[in-house]
């Protein structure tokens, strides 16, 4: 309901104003709604090497497949970008989507702003460890999402 049609329901008049009752409780009915968050959201996984530990997500929803899918294949690239540049960008996306935390020498790390400034100044063997732990979690979890 926008800004005019609570006017014309306020001065009683027009196709805003509405006749029946407005909530669930102008009818009678207490709903007591509980939402349940399943616990396992996310799964530990230990990096190579003794990297640390990754806390990922155990699901993608559909948009954000299809929306990984089109990074793949580089159509969220410029058309000057590399096959290499796709590629990590994928991996990046993957790992804003399915990382949420990540614990290094006891030292944890949360927060997708976090998360990701903590990617980009990971040195190449943590990359390595990262992509391959990504990996494996996508054929565990997600075997139907294409890996990196």
Sequence with gaps: MGKRARRRGKEGGGPGAAAGPTSFADLGLDLDLEVQVEEGGAVPRELDGGRGVLTLRTAM???????????RRGER?????????A???????????LVV??????VPTTGQ???????????????????????????????DVEAP
């Design 101 to 106: 935390g990540w614990e290094v020498a006891g």
């Design 87 to 97: 590629w990590h960008r994928a991996i990046e996306f993957l790992y804003e989507r």
């Design 113 to 143: 702003k976090a998360l990701l400034q903590r990617l980009r100044v990971a040195t190449p063997a943590e990359r390595i460890a990262i992509r391959e732990a990504l990996r494996a979690h996508l054929a565990e979890h997600l075997p």
């Design 61 to 71: 929803s559909p948009g954000t497949r299809t929306e990984y899918a089109a990074v």
């Design 77 to 85: 690239s410029s058309p000057s970008a590399a096959r290499e540049d």
